[in-house]
Nanobody, 126 residues
Framework: QVQLVESGGGLAQAGGSLRLSCAVS????????MAWFRQAPGKERDFVAT????????EYADSVKGRCFISRDNAKNTAYLQMNSLKPEDTAVYYC???????????????????WGQGTQVTIAA
């Protein structure tokens, strides 16, 4: 059974940094493209960042480009999201997602991901 467990969320000040982690178990980590999505209160779940199975290619939402960086450590079965220059509008529940599909049309679409973590709250104070 595949499980994704996020950690690293919490309260931070605007301008600060946080690093989120997503530990994956139950299947070979290299099988998965990984992504982060977020959902603010009253809003839909939005794409944040994604990284391919090899880690060679990454993609970011415009809202976080240049401030957030996704990475993966295949030896530790863990994906990361480094968030810098945080803004109050980054406040949301952040979800880790994994896709083992052979063919992915759009890495930024939540529909491509079959496995999800429980989410971790990130709150940024002004």
């Amino acid at each position: 059974q595949v499980q994704l467990v996020e950690s690293g969320g919490g309260l931070a000040q605007a301008g600060g940094s946080l690093r989120l982690s997503c530990a994956v178990s139950g299947r070979t980590f290299r099988d998965f493209a990984m992504a982060w999505f977020r959902q603010a209160p009253g809003k839909e779940r939005d794409f944040v960042a994604t990284i391919t199975k090899t880690g060679i290619t990454t993609e970011y939402a415009d809202s976080v480009k240049g401030r957030c960086f996704i990475s993966r450590d295949n030896a530790k079965n863990t994906a990361y999201l480094q968030m810098n220059s945080l803004k109050p509008e980054d406040t949301a529940v952040y979800y880790c997602a994994a896709s083992a599909r052979l063919y992915i049309t759009s890495l930024s679409s939540s529909k491509e991901y079959d496995y999800w973590g429980q989410g971790t709250q990130v709150t940024i104070a002004a």
